[in-house]
């Protein structure tokens, strides 16, 4: 008998790690497409299957050609159902209305680039993330700003933080219309 409890309690011991161990388990998803649309049907397929938004660059890809490249990642332990937006403009005036409408609507900013799209030519790209099953995160006031000076950047940054903006997060774009320029994102929540 006591060995059968042994026994017993070694395999529960086992099974007990092999589901712990099967918990750590972080699987990835790579999107690479060179249409934003694509992208963003894809990232909330992905969203709907448990991934959820890991990072993102834009660039040249051997096969792709000029593309953007999101990687979406799902733990055994992910909860919660995330929607994405993605914005896309070579206009940085489009940019900030189209990020505002996206932090009134309760999603929050999770990473940029810059590419070439089939359709738009070089683009800011913004990526948006919002827990579906959360209570309304939102809203939060977005801030864009572009300049080809670090200097002006500087002082326009100085001016935000003491309205209570945080930086989130930054590119050097070359678009349509502005030329190169450093293209900085911060948020606040509305006071």
Same mark, same amino acid.
């Given at each position: 008998?006591?060995?059968?409890?042994?026994?017993?309690?070694?395999?529960?011991?086992?099974?007990?790690? #092999?589901?712990? #161990? #099967?918990? /750590?388990?972080?699987?990835?998803?790579?999107?690479?497409? /060179?249409?934003?649309?694509?992208?963003? %049907?894809?990232? /909330? *397929?992905?969203? *709907?299957?448990?991934?959820?938004?890991?990072?993102?660059?834009?660039?040249?890809?051997?096969?792709?050609?000029? &593309?953007?490249?999101?990687?979406?990642?799902?733990? #055994?332990?992910?909860?919660?159902?995330?929607?994405?937006?993605?914005?896309?403009?070579?206009?940085?005036?489009?940019?900030?209305?189209?990020?505002?409408?996206?932090?009134?609507?309760?999603?929050?900013? %999770?990473?940029?680039?810059?590419?070439?799209?089939?359709?738009?030519?070089? &683009?800011?790209?913004?990526?948006?993330?919002? @827990? /579906?099953?959360?209570?309304?995160?939102?809203?939060?006031?977005?801030?864009?700003?572009?300049?080809?000076?670090?200097?002006?950047?500087? %002082? &326009?940054?100085?001016?935000?933080?003491?309205?209570?903006?945080?930086?989130?997060?930054?590119?050097?774009? @070359?678009?349509?219309?502005?030329?190169? *320029?450093?293209?900085?994102?911060?948020?606040?929540?509305?006071?």
């Amino acid at each position: 008998m006591t060995r059968m409890l042994s026994t017993a309690f070694l395999l529960t011991g086992l099974l007990c790690s #092999a589901v712990a #161990a #099967a918990q /750590n388990v972080t699987e990835y998803r790579v999107l690479a497409t /060179n249409k934003t649309s694509t992208m963003q %049907k894809e990232m /909330n *397929e992905a969203a *709907e299957a448990g991934f959820r938004f890991g990072g993102v660059m834009g660039g040249e890809t051997t096969f792709g050609g000029s &593309e953007v490249a999101v990687i979406m990642t799902r733990s #055994a332990a992910a909860k919660g159902r995330f929607g994405y937006r993605l914005l896309a403009t070579s206009k940085t005036s489009t940019m900030q209305k189209e990020m505002q409408e996206a932090g009134d609507a309760g999603y929050e900013y %999770k990473g940029q680039t810059v590419f070439s799209s089939t359709f738009g030519g070089k &683009e800011v790209v913004v990526i948006l993330e919002r @827990d /579906n099953d959360a209570p309304k995160a939102g809203p939060f006031e977005y801030r864009l700003m572009a300049t080809k000076k670090t200097s002006t950047l500087q %002082k &326009e940054l100085q001016e935000a933080g003491a309205a209570g903006y945080e930086f989130v997060g930054m590119t050097v774009a @070359d678009t349509l219309v502005g030329g190169s *320029e450093l293209v900085a994102i911060l948020r606040r929540r509305p006071q």
